[in-house]
């Protein structure tokens, strides 16, 4: 079995290339393609659904959430997909962006940034659900001195506890990738 990840950044793709192989039994290869924002990922999805011919090839499109509301944004992807011929792509939003992910582990990113006291903001109520903060990147930005979106992509996702992420998006995600694979919950 392949699976191809369609991810609308780098960051998301340095993140899934360090947790896939936590995840995957090993007869299960995979690509992340990243792409140069939401207009770039659009723009090739039908191309790269039509295009693929791999056999038994399952396609992921990983896209954050931001301003738009979720549920509108997924139909959006799916009819992309259905339309270039790959109806059973796996859709998943992430809630409001790829840091939010970071916030439902803040022991590993005070782990991957030294120094820092974070992981007992995750009891704050402001942090306690990571799906509902506004602007993850931002937040990570003022807590961190020098914080980088890019640098962290490459730390955190080695600290991560992947069964107590609080995020609920990143969970999801997980189970998705699982139920595909056959491997239990």
């Known amino acids: 079995m392949n699976l191809v990840f369609l991810l609308e950044e780098p960051s998301a793709k340095n993140v899934l290339d360090i947790l896939l192989p936590k995840l995957l039994p090993p007869e299960v290869s995979f690509f992340t393609i990243p792409h140069r924002g939401k207009g770039d ?15 038994e090839t399952h396609f ?16 959006e992807l799916l009819a992309i997909c259905r339309q270039a011929g790959r109806a059973d792509t796996i859709v ?6 790829l840091e939010a992910w970071y916030f439902g582990d803040l022991a590993a990113v005070e782990a991957a940034f030294p120094g820092n006291k974070l992981k007992q903001l995750a009891e704050k109520n402001s942090y306690r659900d990571p799906d509902t903060i506004v602007k993850p990147s931002g937040e990570l930005e003022r807590l961190i001195p020098g914080f980088y979106k890019g640098i962290a992509s490459q730390t955190v996702p080695h600290y991560m506890d992947i069964e107590g992420n609080r995020s609920h998006s990143f969970q999801v995600f997980i189970q998705a990738v699982r139920s595909l694979c056959g491997v239990p919950q």
């Not at 998943?92 to 962006?97: A, F, K, L, P, S």
């Open 41 to 55: 990922l659009r723009q090739s999805l039908p191309r790269k659904l039509r295009n693929w011919q791999t056999p």
């Open 60 to 75: 992921f499109v990983l896209h954050d959430q931001d301003n738009s509301d979720c549920e509108t944004l997924k139909a």
């Open 92 to 97: 998943r939003i992430v809630c409001r962006e």
